[in-house]
Structure formats: structure tokens, C-alpha cells
Nanobody
Framework: QVQLVESGGGLVQPGGSLRLSCVASRSIFSISAMDWYRQAPGKERELVASISSGSSTYYAKSVRGRFTISRDNAKNTVYLQMNSLKPEDTAVYYC???????WGQGTQVTVSS
């Protein structure tokens, strides 16, 4: 059993930046890959980025070159650095621990002028 809590969302102008955080209730990242998903109103939830236990990464084509996923095992935290934000990035963002099949509660990101 593990609990995940996201934070860092908010309202930002196009071209701006945000850093999302996901804190786990205990140390899990050495044995579990971590994902960031997002879901916009009326659309399916989609995979945005992944980081493996060996620190290899994957990014969706739509965010490649703008977003960076990373983790700090000592802090039990995974991050999503989001740069050059666009209105189409507006969504609720969720973190997911693959081994534990556990979701966070989500954090809202709104990109608007």
C-alpha cells in the first residue's frame, strides 16, 4: 500500500512554467516506475511522461522538448518540470506508481491569458 499526493498546479500564462511534485508515503522509487498522466474535459486520460527504476525516461510527442520528468529518492518525490506551456496543456495531472497500481488525487493545470 502506498499513497501519492500531487501539488504545484495552478494558473499560468502561455509560455510560462510550472513544476509539479508527487510525494509518496514511503520509499518506492527503486522498485517502481513512475508515470505522469493528464486528462482534459471530454478527453481520455493520456500518458505524458514516465521514469523507470533505472532512470530511463519517456515523453509523449506533444510534450517532448518542453517537459522533464525526474525524481529524488531521498525525498520520495517525483517531479514534472513544465516549460513553454500551451493552452492545450490544460488538464488535471496525475502521478501513477506502476508496481503498486496507485494513483494520486490529481492537480489542476490551467494555461490561459
Amino acid at each position: 500500500q502506498v499513497q501519492l499526493v500531487e501539488s504545484g498546479g495552478g494558473l499560468v500564462q502561455p509560455g510560462g512554467s510550472l513544476r509539479l511534485s508527487c510525494v509518496a508515503s514511503r520509499s518506492i522509487f527503486s522498485i517502481s516506475a513512475m508515470d505522469w498522466y493528464r486528462q482534459a474535459p471530454g478527453k481520455e486520460r493520456e500518458l505524458v511522461a514516465s521514469i523507470s527504476s533505472g532512470s530511463s525516461t519517456y515523453y509523449a510527442k506533444s510534450v517532448r522538448g518542453r517537459f522533464t520528468i525526474s525524481r529524488d529518492n531521498a525525498k520520495n518525490t517525483v517531479y514534472l518540470q513544465m516549460n513553454s506551456l500551451k493552452p492545450e496543456d490544460t488538464a488535471v495531472y496525475y502521478c501513477y506508481a506502476q508496481t503498486y497500481r496507485s494513483w494520486g488525487q490529481g492537480t489542476q493545470v490551467t494555461v490561459s491569458s
